[in-house]
């Protein structure tokens, strides 16, 4: 029997040009210290305090507590990921609730303001998994799926 209910409409976040660009410059920091140090390496520390500074600065924004974890997560810390992960996923549905989302539809990759929720989501599903909270982990899955699947497909490859 088809849904015979309408889709929810997309929820799309406000564009944030202040935090954008503090961290834009902290992600400047961290490609530097990349190059220094050399790509991937583990036990580089180049960018961690910029991107300390501006979760501080702007607490809100979802896009460096994804950016913290994913570092966490590089540096074999899942621990650390994961909270850093579950900050930002909850400071993005409070935002999300204020702009409309009610628990349910999309919320567009494509949508650039968005993404910081989302990849706070992958974050902390690949978080979970590694410390073993495996429905967590599913439930993180899942809800990826369900606000874009194009999300699901970017973060995963």
């Known amino acids: 029997m088809p849904n015979l209910l309408p889709e929810p409409a997309a929820t799309l976040l406000p564009a944030t040009p202040d935090a954008d660009a503090a961290f834009a410059g902290a992600s400047a920091a961290e490609v530097a210290a990349a190059e220094v140090g050399g790509v991937g390496s583990a036990d580089a520390v ?16 979802s896009a460096v507590w994804a950016r913290l974890a994913e570092r966490a997560l590089t540096a074999g810390d899942p621990v650390t990921a994961y909270a850093y992960a579950r900050t930002g996923y909850h400071r993005g549905l409070d935002q999300l609730r204020r702009n409309g989302w009610r628990g349910h539809g999309p919320v567009p990759w494509s949508h650039e303001p968005n993404r910081g929720f989302l990849r706070s989501v992958s974050a902390l599903g690949r978080a979970a998994d590694a410390i073993g909270e495996a429905d967590e982990a599913a439930r993180c899955a899942q809800l990826l799926r369900d606000c874009d699947p194009a999300a699901g497909d970017a973060l995963s490859g």
């Open 46 to 61: 180049g960018g961690w305090d910029e991107l300390k500074s501006v979760a501080a600065k702007f607490p809100t924004y």
